[in-house]
């Protein structure tokens, strides 16, 4: 990543905000994605005065959109019969169904909080297109969420200057506890589940 940034700093900043928007839609086909990083780093060169603060914020935010929305059409499209044929041994066909009927009715609340749930960000967007939730509330809320997760990254990195790097443990913290506490909420999820199907054929 060091390498990265210090290639990137070769060059002149379009070029650091093409591959920020390149980073942040690739994120949401391909997680993991340093994307974050990327982002309070071109706030930093914004507070050094070798940028721009709302072309990194732009940026950040069209590639988040464009990504999640791409993820979102692939759900819709093909969701179901991606699930079918991998046949996951552990999650019926009913189970999955259980899943997109409670998707359908706290999803957009989900949309809303993705950009801060790091790690989620492509299964939110791919489980939001197989719920076929609305495609127009679900664009403007997926940007809502972007646009208030990058502006917190690119302040951060703004404010900081050329000390951004700090910020990099705040979010190696963060992620990490996001993705624990994720984790233990899929896991009780998937218990009660057993529990229920168990009791059920007893």
Do not use: C
Request: charged share 15%; net charge positive; glycine share 8%.
């Amino acid at each position: 990543m060091n390498e990265l940034l210090q290639w990137l700093l070769q060059f002149d900043p379009l070029w650091v905000y093409l591959f920020i928007f390149l980073f942040a839609f690739i994120e949401n086909l391909f997680p993991p994605s340093p994307s974050d990083t990327l982002i309070v780093f071109a706030g930093a060169l914004a507070g050094m005065e070798r940028g721009n603060f709302f072309l990194a914020l732009f940026s950040a935010t069209a590639g988040s959109v464009l990504g999640f929305m791409t993820m979102f059409t692939i759900g819709r499209w093909f969701g179901n019969s991606i699930v079918e044929k991998r046949k996951i041994p552990f999650i019926s066909l009913e189970g999955v169904h259980r899943i997109e009927a409670w998707f359908a009715k706290y999803g957009y609340w989900l949309i809303v909080a993705n950009r801060f749930l790091t790690g989620t960000r492509a299964v939110i967007s791919f489980v939001a297109g197989m719920s076929n939730l609305s495609l127009a509330r679900t664009t403007v809320l997926s940007g809502f969420s972007a646009l208030v997760w990058n502006a917190i990254l690119v302040y951060a990195g703004y404010s900081l200057g050329s000390h951004w790097e700090d910020v990099g443990s705040y979010l190696q913290t963060y992620s990490t506890i996001v993705t624990i506490v994720v984790v233990v909420a899929i896991t009780a999820v998937v218990v009660r589940y057993f529990v229920r199907r168990s009791r059920r054929d007893a």
